[in-house]
């Protein structure tokens, strides 16, 4: 006898339907789950055994093999307890309606159904293999039934699951939360006296997604500065929040940001990070790190030059690729980082190079300091800008700027414009991710600026990457204007923030 349910496996985000297939025949009583499977769903059989007696039910008392096909996709975790729990009750019970429907999650040994990690990518998948309905556990039932065209049900325990399947006792399914604008403590720019050409740089990086690097003393402002920055970014679409999600999800990270929140990540990580942390890894199957996380919003990296040089290398292809590859033993997983990166260090170890103060730092130290940013990361990083230290009387003397409000209404604007012309080249949402003809046709610089950008190039050495990083950055300020086409000023302001820092 043979019974089938449908289950997934996640693999980074790109899920694969899993088909659970459940057999009795004659023999001495044996229990196997085979299909390249890990230690989670070996140990599955003595929890399915013990939910399954203990929910009321009869475990069969013969030879039961359990195959997840396909068999050369590894799997992994315990949300394949529900499914194969479902597939063995199936066999003595043909009253199940199992058609159309997926099943994940774990299950207690009393039969009660516990959630997992990585419900919202699984569900996506099912919905895309044709699974009409989809049953989880109850306190995963929020985050799936984000997935729109798909009927989600909650259960609480496999009773319930069974009173469900055999239309005893139905179940309503799940509706989809509301969005929510979730903006934590970010801080105001207007609460920043002060430091105009900090706020400029900013609002360039919003506008076109561009990276940034903040250098000045300890107390100048920059971490204020870069968690203001976050407010000046407009909403997600909600195609974007439901990749957001999914990477949470699969983190088992949505207790620190709803899945149904419209606002940017925001990720700052301590310099005492692990590289896979950061990056992302682990054992067998990678996870997703802070680049992940911050995908769609801001990673926040503070004191950058303490970071180990080794993880500050690893982000050279996240950067330029709005991705990151990661292979280990058990496979190869891809995951999303399309973030700004926002930087802030001390221009040395004591952080008073260039200050009233003066520099303690002797000579190899602070070679030592500087160059954990390699050439190719500062090659990458469009904007530099140097916040100085305030003096104690301009803190209250100067007049409050502009409010994030404000200046975020600009940004929209400049997105606004980019999304109508940068629409039809593909990867290019943001003028930062301008490459090849799409940046020669949609950011050709007028003559006069093309002189000025080829005096700058030779004058500041500038590589080929940082010569398009300049362009794009025009763009932006053409654009922040509401201008059509790149003018001279435009690009005269992109090569100052670009400037010697960032050759």
Known sequence: MLARAVACSVRGLAGVPVIVEADIANGLPNFT????????????????????????????????????????????????????AVAVL?????????????????????????PVTGVLPMARCLRAAGVRQLVVAAENAEEAALVESLEVVGVSSLQRCVAHLDGSAPLAATPPGSPVAVCGDLADMATVRGQATAKRALEIAAAGGHNLLMLGPPGSG????????????????SDQSLDVAAVYSLRGALRERPPTSTRPPFRAPHHSVSRAGLIGGGSGLAQPGEISLAHHGVLFLDEVCEFPRTHLEALRQPLEERAVSLVRSRGGVVFPADFVLVAAANP???????????????????????????????????????????????????P????????????????????????????????????????????????????????????????????????????????????????????????????????
């Open 400 to 503: 409050a700027g502009e409010s994030s409000h404000t200046i975020r209404a600009r940004v929209e604007a400049a997105r606004a414009v980019q999304a109508v012309r940068n629409g039809g080249w593909r990867r290019a949402r943001h003028n930062s991710a301008l490459e090849g003809r799409a940046l020669q046709e949609l950011a050709a610089p007028t003559a006069a600026a093309t002189r000025l950008l080829a005096l700058a190039g030779e004058r500041l050495q500038l590589s080929a990457r940082g010569y398009f990083r300049v362009l794009r950055m025009a763009r932006t300020i053409a654009d922040l204007r509401a201008a059509t086409v790149v003018g001279e000023p435009d690009v005269a302001e992109a090569l100052a923030f670009r400037g010697e820092q960032a050759r």
């Open 33 to 84: 789950v085979v299909g390249l499977t890990d230690r989670a769903i070996q140990e599955a059989r003595e929890r399915v055994r013990a939910a399954i007696n203990n929910a009321g039910y009869t475990f069969p008392s013969r030879r039961l093999t359990v195959n997840l096909a396909p068999a050369e996709v590894p799997k992994e975790g315990t949300g394949f307890d529900l499914p194969i």
């Open 222 to 237: 920059k971490t204020m500065l870069a968690r203001a920055f976050c407010s000046l970014l407009p909403d997600l679409t």
């Open 90 to 114: 199936m066999i003595g019970n043909p009253a199940l309606r199992l058609d159309g429907r997926g099943f994940i999650g774990e299950l207690a040994l009393d039969g009660s159904v516990r």
């Open 348 to 398: 040395c170890p004591c952080g008073h190079l260039g200050d009233e103060r003066g520099c303690s730092c002797t000579a190899p130290t602070l070679a030592g300091y500087v160059g954990r940013l390699s050439g190719p990361i500062r090659d990458r990083i469009d904007l530099v800008v140097h916040v100085p230290r305030q003096r104690f009387n301009d803190l209250f003397e100067a």
